[in-house]
């Protein structure tokens, strides 16, 4: 829950545990879950039909993460693939009660490729429990080679803990993930379960997703910062 605990403050310069990073890294390769065909209307800045097709969206699990495969070949369905995946949410904000949800997202480009990103904190009497998302596509000429996903948490505060179930968890300020490389030009991921534990000042999410285009990484990367202190 957001802690306004601000007597607290005072102890956080001698007080505060940074225990060492926890990576959740993909060593397995990726179990499909399920694939679909989903019907989309093209969409964004370069839309020239309103032709609706059906594309194959593929479902996997990566190591405690749902990862998302899109085969869209056409340039004008792409954007609408991603929105599909994380559709997105206006934001919210305020000082939570427990079972109370805040809410925030973010979207960030570089060059044709875009990543977009969401988290939703619902205040537990102790601790914070997250869940979210997150897309990547490649919106250039052509296909790209492929694109890999990356996520990553930082906490700062007092002997604080990080949980991040089903199949990884672990103690710390700072975890994160990534995803085996996703052979289409739209991918993504989502995850709930996280739990944040002791007394935390602040909960920095920084995502991105590197697609790969020949010989050129691009990398947009999205920053969400939960805080707890006004």
């Given at each position: ?6 007597s ?20 397995d ?44 070949e ?12 994380n559709?997105?949410?206006p ?36 601790d ?79 995502e ?23």
């Amino acid at each position: 829950m957001k802690k306004m605990l601000k007597s607290a403050l005072a102890l956080a310069m001698g007080a505060v545990m940074l225990m060492p990073v926890t990576a959740f890294a993909a060593e397995d390769e990726p179990t499909l879950i399920s694939t679909q065909e989903v019907a989309l209307s093209p969409s964004g800045a370069n839309t020239r039909s309103a032709e609706t097709k059906e594309f194959t969206l593929s479902t996997y699990e990566d190591n405690g993460r749902t990862v998302y495969s899109f085969d869209v070949e056409d340039e004008e369905y792409r954007q609408a693939a991603m929105e599909y995946i994380n559709e997105p949410t206006p934001q919210t904000r305020g000082i939570l009660q427990p079972g109370e949800s805040e809410y925030h997202n973010d979207t960030q480009y570089d060059g044709d490729a875009m990543s977009y990103a969401w988290k939703r904190n619902t205040a537990g009497q102790t601790d914070n429990n997250f869940e979210g998302g997150q897309s990547s596509l490649w919106s250039g000429s052509g296909n790209c080679d492929y694109i890999v996903l990356n996520q990553g948490i930082s906490v700062s505060g007092i002997a604080v803990s990080i949980s991040w179930p089903p199949s990884v968890s672990g103690s710390g300020s700072s975890a994160s993930w990534q995803s085996q490389p996703v052979y289409d030009n739209v991918a993504g991921a989502s995850f709930n379960g996280l739990v944040v534990g002791g007394t935390a000042f602040s909960c920095t999410f920084s995502e991105n997703g590197d697609v790969y285009v020949g010989s050129r990484i691009y990398r947009p990367t999205t920053t969400i910062k939960f805080s707890y202190f006004s």
